[in-house]
């Protein structure tokens, strides 16, 4: 048994996503700006107000000023204006058929939400998991909940502005939410270079040789969650066992909203040159940003199939015992007084979160002690990776 162990820390603000207010696919949307109008001038005043708003306006306002300024001066005829009205009305036509190619895309991604939100498979275990959870799922569901409520709105309502809107709701958060290329594309953006600091001040390390060590033993979509790695030079402790590393949790709205995850290791002396070591902790915790919670490129439907599998590893009586996840996160629990709820998930998290590192450090031993774990590992290691695209 390990005695040092890390720690997935609790301790987060629920952030709430602002409301945004969706363009409006209707036609009449296409002409809800103001219009600018020139305003009656000599010829050469107005050929100089024209030029400065043809490169503000779009092309249908455009030529209606045109014609407009310079009727009044005197300078175009009738015919010309004909010309440029039939320029004005091609281009607003334009624009209308990409507003009913939009109003399409919308709905077919509302249709899309829809069929997923009313799978039955996808409730039984959402049942499943609040029943035994309970509340510790609240943030968890949230926005499956959200969804669904939306969604209801959406068919009951009558106003074609007020559908139009939830329209635009429920097809962003299609994207954001259920839509596996979309959020593949968007886990993609944020790839960055890693930061790593404070490592020079470990023993045996740099931040050079804990980068290498990163990429080294995790696939690069478990590092690509990752913002930031750091040596913090200072011991830390629970109130039940020394902590050896900790990752920060933000869960799904706060990756939304670009909060970062970071891993941070702590002194203590068995880990000062031993790169060894040094990868349990890694391990662990970039584990936990790849978890149901926080992993940034899975569906809400993914991340509860992922969720579901963790807890029936979690239940199984036949399950290798783990002093971590049996006994000192339900020490923490009776210490902080946590909710049963709430360290059952925290449980079923850190087993997940074990479960990697073990895989990492010691896969030959993990599938011979714990193969259950070990194909639970693969597979969503697998399908995080995009290796995997069916269970």
């Given amino acids: 048994m390990r005695k040092i162990f890390t720690m997935l820390n609790f301790e987060t603000s629920v952030k709430t996503e602002q409301e945004q207010k969706p363009e409006s696919w209707t036609g009449e949307a296409i002409f809800n700006k103001e219009n600018e109008v020139l305003p009656i001038a000599d010829v050469a005043k107005a050929e100089?107000?024209?030029k400065k708003e043809q490169s503000k306006i779009q092309n249908w306002k455009r030529a209606v000023c045109l014609s407009l300024t310079l009727l009044a001066a005197g300078n175009v005829a009738g015919q010309a204006i004909e010309a440029r009205a039939a320029e004005a009305g091609k281009t607003t036509q334009i624009e209308l058929r990409a507003s009913e190619d939009r109003r399409a895309a919308i709905e077919q991604k509302v249709a899309d939400l829809r069929n997923q939100l009313e799978q039955e498979s996808l409730k039984k275990k959402m049942v499943y998991l609040e029943s035994v959870y309970g509340d510790a799922m609240k943030n968890f569901l949230f926005a499956i909940r959200s969804n669904a409520l939306t969604l209801e709105y959406f068919s009951s309502a009558e106003n074609d502005n007020v559908k139009a809107g939830l329209a635009d709701e429920l097809s962003q958060n299609h994207d954001y939410f259920w839509d596996k290329k979309e959020i593949v594309k968007r886990a993609e953006l944020k790839r960055q270079a890693l930061k790593i600091s404070g490592f020079e001040q470990l023993g045996g390390f740099?931040?050079?040789?804990?980068?290498?060590?990163?990429?080294?033993?995790?696939?690069?979509?478990?590092?690509?969650?990752?913002?930031?790695?750091?040596?913090?030079?200072?011991e830390k402790k629970a109130l039940t066992f020394p902590v050896a590393g900790e990752a920060n949790i933000v869960g799904i709205t706060g990756m939304l909203a670009g909060d970062k995850h970071i891993v941070t290791v702590y002194k203590y002396e068995s880990i000062e040159n031993n790169p060894d070591e040094m990868r349990h902790v890694l391990a662990h915790e970039i584990g936990h940003h790849n978890d149901p919670q926080e992993s940034n490129r899975?569906?809400?439907?993914?991340?509860?199939?992922?969720?579901?599998?963790?807890?029936?590893?979690?239940?199984?009586?036949?399950?290798?015992?783990?002093?971590?996840?049996?006994?000192?996160?339900?020490?923490?629990?009776?210490?902080?007084?946590?909710?049963?709820?709430?360290?059952?998930?925290?449980?079923?998290?850190?087993?997940?979160?074990?479960?990697?590192?073990?895989?990492?450090?010691?896969?030959?031993?993990?599938?011979?002690?714990?193969?259950?774990?070990?194909?639970?590992?693969?597979?969503?290691?697998?399908?995080?990776?995009?290796?995997?695209?069916?269970?």
């Fill in 48 to 50: 100089g107000e024209v």
């Fill in 206 to 234: 740099n931040n050079e040789s804990v980068k290498q060590t990163a990429l080294e033993i995790l696939p690069p979509a478990f590092i690509n969650n990752e913002d930031e790695i750091n040596y913090n030079p200072t």
């Fill in 298 to 391: 899975l569906t809400m439907a993914e991340r509860v199939d992922f969720a579901v599998d963790i807890t029936e590893r979690l239940l199984d009586p036949e399950r290798p015992h783990s002093s971590y996840v049996d006994e000192v996160t339900p020490g923490e629990y009776q210490a902080h007084k946590w909710s049963k709820n709430e360290v059952q998930w925290r449980r079923a998290r850190e087993l997940w979160a074990e479960s990697v590192e073990k895989y990492v450090v010691g896969p030959a031993k993990f599938w011979e002690e714990s193969p259950k774990e070990a194909q639970l590992v693969e597979d969503w290691m697998a399908k995080i990776s995009g290796m995997q695209t069916e269970k």
